[in-house]
């Protein structure tokens, strides 16, 4: 309700915002030259920089709990999915993938993130707290030569949403799998 209010201002594009739970914090990657994960209040004011190197930290997203957020990164010489506090502690590898992961997403739960892989399936991450090493699980994929590319979770943790994808790039349809059964249901993209 009311007028816009920019919550900071600044000469560097941002991407992959996403608000905190509880919603007083955003979580955001700063883009234009060296990509990093930042968190800050949503007035714009305690602005953290939780990375600072020249790798690139991409697609911050917080746990269901707001303690902890999931990001994918190149720190370790491919995008693998990392973990950081809020308060840019607790720096830890999750993943070590032959492929690339991209954009990590928290089961509401908080004991699980999907991660899309390029150049192979989607994978289901354990995300528990002090849980070493992670157990990773390779989801099924949508029949023929289509990928699905997970976006996001249903609160009741039953369906994930996201697209699928064809060989050739071209998105395909609009896609929900069903945690219980495995199954896809596929919604014609138009």
């Known amino acids: 309700?009311?007028?816009?209010?920019?919550?900071?201002?600044?000469?560097q594009p941002i991407r992959d915002h996403q608000v905190s739970p509880d919603g007083e914090w955003v979580a955001f990657g700063q883009t234009g030259g060296q990509e990093d994960?930042?968190?800050s209040r949503m007035d714009g004011k305690e602005i953290r920089r939780l990375t600072d190197d020249g790798f690139r930290d991409r697609g911050p997203s917080w746990s269901p709990d707001?303690?902890?957020?999931?990001f994918y990164s190149d720190r370790s010489g491919t995008y693998q999915v990392w973990e950081i506090r809020p308060d840019g502690s607790g720096l830890e590898q999750w993943t070590s993938f032959k492929g690339s992961a991209n954009f990590p997403i928290w089961s509401?739960?908080?004991?699980q993130v999907v991660t899309e892989m390029i150049g192979g399936a989607w994978q289901s991450v354990d995300a528990r707290p002090a849980v070493s090493p992670?157990?990773?699980?390779?989801m099924p994929e949508v029949?023929?030569?289509?990928k699905f590319w997970p976006l996001s979770w249903s609160r009741d943790g039953r369906?994930?949403?996201?697209?699928?994808?064809h060989a050739d790039g071209g998105i395909r349809a609009v896609a929900t799998y069903t945690v219980a059964t495995g199954r896809f249901e596929k919604f014609d993209a138009g």
């Open 1 to 11: 309700v009311g007028p816009p209010l920019p919550v900071f201002k600044s000469t």
């Open 66 to 70: 707001g303690s902890r957020l999931a």
């Open 159 to 165: 369906l994930i949403a996201g697209i699928v994808v």
């Open 143 to 146: 029949e023929g030569a289509e």
């Open 37 to 39: 994960i930042f968190v």
């Open 134 to 138: 992670r157990s990773v699980r390779p």
């Open 108 to 111: 509401p739960d908080g004991t």
